[in-house]
């Protein structure tokens, strides 16, 4: 079973930085897709951003110029580093994993981790 453990959320500043790591137990070749998403109160869960297997980066626009996603197949692992955060990026940040063949074929979620940015 495929597990993605998330870490490196918490309570920062507006106008501070946090990096997220996101720790496939796998390759992170098995997936075709890797994400992040996140999920504020009474909200629905929304993509950040993300990286296929092939290196094609995809941003929403409320975090373009503060965000990027990043790759260390080596480690097996994603990280999201945040910049310049606003009180409206507090939500609960998720990993998402896609593969869309082969005996990994399905959609992959971490636990979460939660991140505050308030003064």
């Known amino acids: 079973q495929v597990q993605l453990v998330e870490s490196g959320g918490g309570l920062v500043q507006p106008g501070g930085s946090l990096r997220l790591s996101c720790v496939a137990s796998?390759?992170?070749?098995?997936?075709?897709?890797m994400g992040w998403y996140r999920q504020a109160p009474g909200k629905q869960r929304e993509l950040v951003a993300h990286?296929?297997?092939?290196?094609?980066?995809n941003y929403e626009d409320f975090v373009k110029g503060r965000f990027t996603i990043s790759r260390d197949h080596a480690k097996n692992t994603v990280y999201l580093q945040m910049n310049s955060l606003k009180p409206e990026d507090t939500a609960v940040y998720y990993c998402?994993?896609?593969?869309?063949?082969?005996?990994?074929?399905?959609?992959?979620w971490g636990q979460g981790t939660q991140v505050t940015v308030s003064s």
């Open positions: 990286v296929t297997s092939g290196g094609i980066i």
């Open positions: 796998e390759s992170i070749f098995s997936f075709h897709v």
């Open positions: 998402k994993a896609d593969s869309f063949s082969g005996v990994r074929q399905g959609v992959y």
